[in-house]
């Protein structure tokens, strides 16, 4: 088994999951004007978003199924995930110290929005969340590696759940 297996599983599944986001946009532009699967859709993402019509992007007239900070967080994450073996492979970041870095542009920009002492624009929440998603993919690739690896590897685990689902 290549090590490379559980890298690639991770990237697939990350690329599915940003493609999907574009999912109720279109078949809503494809259904129009009814909303009958479309709705299905964005209410699933509803459970993970706001979805506010006035923060997010939009395309064929309809809006992402998250807004525009999930959708850059989403996106970055899979951004960092490409960039991960050519640059975070070998530049290692401290959880806790990386986990701060990464989100203080981030929540400064909510705090200043919060107290009214700036509006934040779409433009500021994409580049916040796709600055967050690569640092999150940063911190958390080389962690999701190792567990994918453990899980396809390690005979053990697969044989005790195995046994497990055997004896219920």
Known sequence: MK???????????????CLMLFLPPLTAAIEAPSSTISK?????????C????????????????VCAR??????????????????????????????????LPMAVDVFLDATSIHTSTMAIRLATGLFFG?????????????GLLEI??????LKGVTHELKTR
């Open 3 to 17: 090590k490379s297996l559980p890298y690639y599983i991770l990237l697939t599944a990350v690329a599915v999951w």
């Open 40 to 48: 299905p859709m964005y209410s699933f993402y509803a459970s993970i």
């Open 50 to 65: 706001h979805q506010y019509e006035t923060r997010s992007l939009h395309i064929f007239g309809y809006k992402i199924a």
């Open 70 to 103: 999930c959708f850059g967080i989403y996106s970055g994450f899979f951004i960092g995930c490409l960039l991960y073996p050519l640059i975070f492979k070998k530049q290692k970041l401290q959880s806790l110290l990386g986990w701060c870095l990464v989100c």
């Open 134 to 146: 690569c640092g999150a993919a940063a911190i958390l690739t080389p962690f999701i590696i190792s």
């Open 152 to 157: 396809i590897s390690n005979k053990k685990i």
